[in-house]
């Protein structure tokens, strides 16, 4: 079942909790987070859906969308670990897409992200680009090996503002 929150809550704590453990190094999707990336920010709307389970008030995933038409752009996503869910899920958030009049949704993510093949599972195709995007940070940990960093920093379009 999806359904549109009007904030995170601790439920999407649980949820970052959860799966953390999955990324070696990342923002941290916590409430906090994600309300001030994308409902505390007047200047920018979005259209988010949460996953929950039949009569379960937690929160298997989620996704967030920039609505443009008719290409949108999947701005931060967290899908239900099961493969049937994430399908069942990810259906009804294309369902609600078309009706909206959204033709094609793109995404892009670092090589290292997790969730690269349950995106591809879902239908994304990898689209090369003439051009290549080189995200920059600075790390201001003085021991922080770079190499280890490079192989394990993983992000989505919701780190960075070029969108």
């Known amino acids: ?3 549109t929150p009007e904030k995170f809550g601790t439920t999407y704590d649980k949820l970052w909790e959860k799966r953390a ?5 990342v923002i941290s999707r ?3 987070f994600l309300n001030w990336r994308f409902i505390d920010i007047p200047h920018k709307k979005y259209w988010i859906w949460a996953f929950s389970a039949f ?3 937690d929160v298997q995933g989620y996704v967030v969308i920039t609505p443009n038409k008719p290409v ?3 701005v931060d996503f967290f899908f239900p670990e099961t493969p049937e869910l994430a399908q069942s899920c990810w259906q009804q958030v294309v369902d609600i897409l078309r009706w909206r009049g959204v033709k094609m ?4 993510f670092s090589t290292a992200y997790p969730e690269k093949e349950r995106l591809q599972k879902l239908g994304f195709k990898p689209h090369p ?3 290549m ?6 790390i201001f940990h003085p021991e922080l090996d770079l190499q280890w960093t490079d192989a394990h920093f993983s992000y989505t379009m919701a780190d960075s503002d070029l969108y």
């Open 72 to 74: 949108a752009q999947l």
């Open 21 to 25: 453990g999955q990324y070696s190094f």
């Open 1 to 3: 079942m999806i359904q």
């Open 30 to 32: 916590s409430a906090r």
């Open 133 to 138: 995007i080189t995200p920059v940070f600075r």
């Open 55 to 57: 009569l379960s008030p």
């Open 129 to 131: 680009r003439p051009e």
């Open 105 to 108: 949704l793109e995404t892009w």
